[in-house]
């Protein structure tokens, strides 16, 4: 198949591309490098070293068989988007170019606009660049199960079946997003149904729980990246990497919150299962992308155990929590459709974060000149009586 992926040298990118080589497809990727700035504007790096993308590309076509054709550029730039897609008329687009941070979203109004303009912009500019240039393409759009809150419901998959004053329909499923970021993907939820809907596109939107794991290779060209700064860095990728530096886990809150989540290897195994198994023409479904679910004190637990069994002291420490949601609360979310697709987790947790700790040691000395960005100073109230500009 041929798949266009935007957001390629990112997280989940730069696994992805490698991959869908791997099970035989024709990859393009896009990007406009933004997450290596926002990494640095935090001031912090990636825990394991990565390559340039030239190099990266260099490397891909020395493992992967064949070259790389690669685009820098942003998605907003709807002209260098449309005639990339007519060059390459990809059959499956996956769409993974976002800026994927809650906190950094939260810092100040700049940054909300910012996340907001580029999620949400982006997301139409791919949209209309389809209907123009390949409207049969099968979009694979990342969402977030951070759309869903934490409702005192169980979460079905996208849509669910309400009766009111004695009539029935089948509706998407409320969404109470936790942050500017996580409202930026709610509206790019709506635009994409919208647009299924519109013009007939078809389209599977991934609502992904939250990712862990180590994506590198005996080749560090093919690495991926893995941050652990307080904006990049997700909680367990964050805990490992203190784990491993000797500084204590730092849970947030009471740690009662509970997460849907699920390991890079099994993420890349249900993206192409989506890839692989296309929606209908016009039609708009939702996978709610997971493996497991754990409270915040059950993730540091497992950080912790995987730790002693190599031999490191781990400690956990309470920290205020520095965002606004519910502790103790109901969690249970759907996830049928991927497994009825086929999906078979991988590793069970256990091991997955033991194997992170041990790729990670022999990188502990990089970890720990960054280790002051671990500490969350971005906070989700701020004080209303100072004045942005004066923080
Ligand atoms: N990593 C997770 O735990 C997780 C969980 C749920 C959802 N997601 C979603 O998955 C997607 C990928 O996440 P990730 O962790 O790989 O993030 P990432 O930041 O590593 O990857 C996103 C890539 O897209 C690029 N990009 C951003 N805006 C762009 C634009 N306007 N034009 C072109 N390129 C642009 C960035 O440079 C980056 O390389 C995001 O949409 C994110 O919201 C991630």
Known sequence: MRVFIAGADGYLGWSLTQYLAGRGHTVVGADALLRRLWVSEMGSTS???????????????????????????????????????????????????????????????????????????GTLSLLFAMRDHCPEAHLVKLGTMGEYGTPNLDIPEGFFEVEYRGRRDRLPFPRQAGSWYHWSKVFDSHNVSYACQLWGLRATDIMQGVVYGLGTSTDVRLNTRLDF????????????????????????????????????SD??????????????????????????????????????????????????????????????????????????????????????????????????????????????????RQSPSVPEETR
């Open 47 to 121: 825990a394991v070293p990565i390559a340039s993308i030239d190099d990266r590309l260099a490397a891909f076509r020395e493992h992967c068989g064949y070259r790389l054709r690669f685009f820098t550029l942003d998605l907003r730039d709807h002209r260098a988007l449309c005639a990339a897609l007519a060059e390459f008329q990809p059959e499956a687009v996956v769409h993974l170019a976002e800026c994927p941070s809650a906190p950094y979203s939260m810092i100040d109004f700049k940054h909300a606009e910012f996340v907001q303009a580029n999620n949400v912009s």
């Open 267 to 380: 993420s890349m195994q249900c993206l192409g299962l989506a890839i692989e198994n296309p929606a209908e023409p016009g039609e708009y479904r939702v996978f709610n992308q997971l493996r497991e679910v754990l409270s915040v004190t059950e993730l540091a637990a497992v950080v912790r155990s995987a730790g002693d069994a190599l031999g490191l002291t781990v400690d956990i420490e309470q920290l205020d929590n520095p965002r606004l949601e519910a502790s103790s609360h109901h969690y249970r979310p759907d996830s049928e459709h991927l497994r009825d697709l086929g999906f078979r987790p991988s590793a069970p947790i256990e091991e997955e974060v033991r194997d992170m700790i041990r790729g990670l040691l022999p990188h502990r000395n990089r970890i720990h000149r960054y280790a002051d960005q671990l500490m969350p100073t971005v906070r989700w």
């Open 229 to 264: 700064d307080q904006a990049f860095g997700t909680a367990l990728n964050r805990f490992c990497c203190q784990a491993v530096i000797g500084q204590p886990i730092t849970a947030y809150g009471d740690g009662t919150q509970r997460r849907g989540f699920l390991s890079l």
